[in-house]
């Protein structure tokens, strides 16, 4: 086999130039000649250009293959040149911190962002979902509703709004509404929000009648009341409802008074008495000085109203008083009466401003 010939058997293998590299030596490349076969000195020096060319070819393959490594004073280090490593890579790195946008809530992100007040999902209550401080604020805003208990009667009262000259009182929706013949709920906050909530504990009242036939409990009520309320803090593309409600009655065979109050959040309380709307604290101060137990119908309708004097300005039109009775016994008091109610509570605070007066002396 002549050197020509060697040199050709070894291109095509893919670690280099076999026999010939590994021998490297000008007497080993002889040997493998036959005896009759001469070489040149020009033989043997192209004979090493063709070996220095392949083992420079197979080094610049194996550089473009996949990796290159070389140290640093940290250790090793690997650079990659592999072109569907870098985009995979990229297209990664660029599509992970979107996906976890579309998890955290697009919509709360673009907010947070651009500086915008509310987001729409409310989620988890933490900044920036401040969405049920919201919703408390909408009920601090809101006008002042009371509920007292007495010994026989449960008493709701709330703050209306003045009647427009053109505005048709008889269709007005009233801030206590009518759940069930035994029901009443009275709220602060958003009329919106309310008429919707209402509905809903009035399908509920219904749905459990006609289930069970016997009526709802007033625990049982409050409870599906304040249960939308939560679960609407914690679902997306919703909001918080921004009302509170009071919710009175008496439950079936039973003459105990029943008086309990949610929040936005889910959370509800039963109460003895208790206030909601604007300055409400006002008026559970009031309450809590002047509250008594075992307080006759008359006590308990005067000292609602005299709570409610307190924030409201403009006397009995812009009062609204419904007393709930056992046995599903409810009535709604018209203005001339609670008008006299107001007449008499001025007429003791005037007779006590007087007591007041140092006597004159001659």
């Given at each position: 086999m002549s050197i020509y010939s060697?040199?050709?058997h070894?291109?095509?293998?893919?670690?280099?130039?076999?026999?010939?590299?590994?021998?490297?030596?000008?007497?080993v490349i002889s040997a493998q000649l036959s005896s009759d076969e001469l070489v040149s000195n020009e033989d043997i020096t192209t004979t090493h250009s063709i070996i220095e060319a392949g083992r420079h070819e197979s080094e610049q393959k194996e550089k473009e293959k996949t990796e290159v490594k070389y140290n640093n004073a940290n250790g090793q280090l690997v650079v990659s040149f592999n072109i569907w490593n870098i985009l995979k890579k990229g297209a990664i790195n660029l599509v992970l911190p979107f996906i976890n946008g579309i998890m955290l809530g697009f919509g709360e992100i673009f907010a947070h962002e651009v500086g915008f007040k509310y987001g729409f999902v409310g989620a988890r209550v933490q900044p920036p979902r401040r969405q049920v401080e919201y919703a408390?604020?909408?009920?601090k805003r809101g006008m002042s509703a009371v509920g007292v208990k007495g010994a026989s009667c449960v008493v709701l009262g709330c703050e209306k709004r003045t009647t427009l000259k053109l505005?048709?009182?008889?269709?007005?929706?009233?801030?206590?509404?009518?759940?069930?013949?035994?029901?009443?709920l009275t709220f602060a906050g958003l009329n919106a929000d309310a008429r919707i909530l209402v509905d809903k504990a009035r399908v509920e009242a219904q749905s459990h009648r006609l289930n069970l036939e016997d009526p709802v409990s007033i625990e049982y009520l409050t409870k599906y009341v304040a249960g939308v309320q939560q679960k609407y803090t914690q679902s997306g593309g919703v909001r918080p409802f921004g009302i509170a409600t009071m919710i009175a009655g008496f439950d079936v065979n039973d003459t105990t008074p029943r008086l309990y109050q949610t929040e936005p959040s889910g959370v509800y309380n039963a109460w003895r008495a208790h206030a909601i709307g604007r300055s409400a604290k006002t008026?559970?101060?009031?309450?809590?000085?002047?509250y008594e137990e075992n307080q006759t119908d008359e006590q308990t309708i005067k000292l609602a109203v005299k709570s409610l004097l307190e924030v409201v300005q403009t006397g009995a039109k812009n009062i609204e008083i419904s007393v709930l009775r056992p046995h599903g016994k409810i009535e709604e008091l018209p203005v001339e009466e609670i008008q006299k109610y107001v007449e008499e509570i001025e007429a003791e605070k005037q007779a006590e401003a007087e007591k007041k007066k140092p006597s004159s002396r001659d």
């Open positions: 060697a040199v050709q070894t291109e095509g293998r893919p670690n280099g130039v076999s026999d010939l590299e590994e021998a490297n030596d000008v007497t408390s604020e909408a009920v505005q048709d009182p008889r269709i007005t929706p009233s801030k206590i509404c009518k759940v069930d013949g035994h029901v009443m008026v559970k101060e009031f309450l809590e000085k002047n």
